[in-house]
């Protein structure tokens, strides 16, 4: 099944990526497998069994990837990133939402593209050219020991090409697309978990210190000052997001001029 599914596409270089991890504490140890149905739920099973923070689940296909609110996750076997990090953060996952998001930012950046073509959708949809690169799923669960534990499922669409599927190409794109070359994904999948990893060490020193990752993520939104519909499961509300909480829940301003806090949803603009 690996290998009908992989059929050419190089696997991740996992030998680069144990020499180079951990990284603050992020990918202590690592499972990867050529195929996993979705990485996220391998993490869940591993915390009701015998994880240890900052492991690391990796996989090259995922054919029954989740998304927010329900969806699936594109598959692109041996083009993308697909990773989940299990984590026991003493802060509110909330921060994890946003410090995911932006470390995604800063390692795009690094990898080449200029910041004013890279952006976030609240919460934490990375956008390039104002498409969709990049999905985020945080789940949280209380492990055996009852302490709260989260998962970062973290899908980016690094290698290839999406401009052949008629659903996705007007609103999703690559990395490789953006730069016009493919980029190795170990390199990025780095990048993002030192950015991730400065964040996650700052905050978790010191746990109400909110404010710089509020502020950095505040300056990559591109979703303030728009007129977007939020999509709750059936539910859609239209109005102006003119502000953030300073927990970054968005505040959302109805035609009626009522302001609605937002805590979760779907954003479109
Ligand atoms: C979204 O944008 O709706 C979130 C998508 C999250 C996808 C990632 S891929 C790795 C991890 N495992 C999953 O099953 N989902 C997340």
Known sequence: MADDMLADQEPLDLEALRTALPI???????IYAPVIPSTNSLALDSIARDAVPGLLILTDAQPQGRGRQGRAWHSMP?????LSLLLTPPFAPRWLV??????????LVESGLPDERVGI???NDVLIDGRKVAGILIETTTGRDGALWAVVGLGVNVNGSLEAESALAGSATTVATALGHPIAREALLLAFLRHLGAHYAALARTPTATAPVLAQWRERLVTLGRTVVVHQGDQQLRGMAENL???GALLLRDDGGIVHTILWGDIES
């Open 24 to 30: 603050n504490g992020l990918g202590t140890s690592i």
């Open 121 to 123: 959708k609240w919460p």
């Open 98 to 107: 946003m410090m995911s998001a932006l470390g995604l930012f800063e390692a």
């Open 78 to 82: 041996g083009q993308q990133i697909l």
């Open 245 to 247: 909480t300073e927990d």
